[in-house]
């Protein structure tokens, strides 16, 4: 059952994604060479203590961490580990969420470690981060769920990759719905598949976290023998974005950007809802 919000309750998503965009720009001037990912887990903790919020990634599921750190060709669920120590040239996906007054906030970012990057990295990276905002535009009063799907794949599908090939858009993870709970229904996928229908209409009060997964590659993955580290199985490196963001009847609202979503979405022409904390 997909869990509609009052406005009331959006708000205090809205407290909840401010503390995941606390955690982002901290473990992002944290992620530096020599850095280990168990550092980065620490710093998001004490973030998380600041705010008063809890995690809601420690023990989901019985994840052992705060925050998942997939480094280079892990895709997704990587665990910070002492033993992982950050290199100049290497990418790291940091996803993490935060639970205020019982309501969740849930995003990702990608992460240059260091510089010297080569080009198609940037741009999968690149590529990656904008389908998100094209599947936030798309959230729409009218639309269907599918429409959020189509807008993934579409952009993606159509950026040239350097070297010639397809981005692997990744099959087996995508976005969920969210509120009380960090993973809830709707299941959103990043392509269109039509054995699932157009999927529910997208009304006032729903909230998704978009978070598309793009390699270099395949779109196929396995999971290592810890359960949680997902891999791409040839090996190439993949790029993890994500926001929350609630459709409200003044259009969307990012919770978990700071500004709302407002520079991004205005790119696509659209005006974000004002924000309840402003």
């Avoid at 401010?18 to 955690?23: R, Y």
């Avoid at 990057?117 to 959230?139: D, F, K, N, Q, Y």
């Avoid at 997964?213 to 199985?233: A, Y």
């Avoid at 929350?244 to 919770?255: H, I, M, Q, Y």
């Amino acid at each position: 059952m997909v869990q509609i919000k009052t406005p009331e309750q959006i708000a205090k998503m809205r407290a909840a994604g401010l503390v995941v965009a606390a955690i982002h720009a901290a473990t992002r001037e944290a992620a530096v060479p020599g850095a280990s990912t168990k550092d980065l887990d620490e710093v998001a903790r004490k973030v998380l203590a600041e705010h008063g919020a809890k995690s809601n990634f420690l023990g989901y599921g019985g994840f052992p961490a705060t925050i998942c750190t997939s480094v280079n060709d892990v895709v997704v669920h990587g665990i910070p580990s002492d033993d992982v120590v950050l290199k100049d040239g290497d990418i790291i996906s940091i996803d993490c969420g935060a639970i205020v007054d019982g309501w969740h906030g849930d995003a990702a970012y990608t992460a240059f470690v260091g510089s010297g990057h080569a080009p198609e990295l940037i741009e999968l990276s690149r590529v990656t981060e904008e389908s998100m905002w094209a599947g936030i535009a798309a959230m729409k009063q009218g639309n269907r769920l599918v429409d959020v799907s189509r807008a993934i794949e579409t952009y993606i599908r159509r950026q040239p990759k350097p070297g010639g090939g397809r981005y692997g858009i990744i099959e087996d993870y995508g976005g969920h719905g969210i509120g009380t709970e960090m993973h809830m229904d709707p299941h959103l996928l990043n392509y269109v598949d039509r054995r699932r229908g157009k999927g529910p209409k997208l009304v006032p009060g729903l909230c998704l976290a978009i978070e598309p997964m793009v390699s270099l590659g395949t779109p196929r993955t396995e999971v290592l023998e810890d359960d949680w580290t997902v891999i791409t199985t040839d090996g190439t490196w993949s790029s993890h974005w994500e926001h929350s963001v609630a459709l409200t009847e003044d259009g969307p609202l990012v919770l978990t950007a700071v500004d709302g979503g407002k520079a991004k979405l205005a790119e696509h022409g659209i005006t974000v809802a004002p924000d309840p904390l402003a």
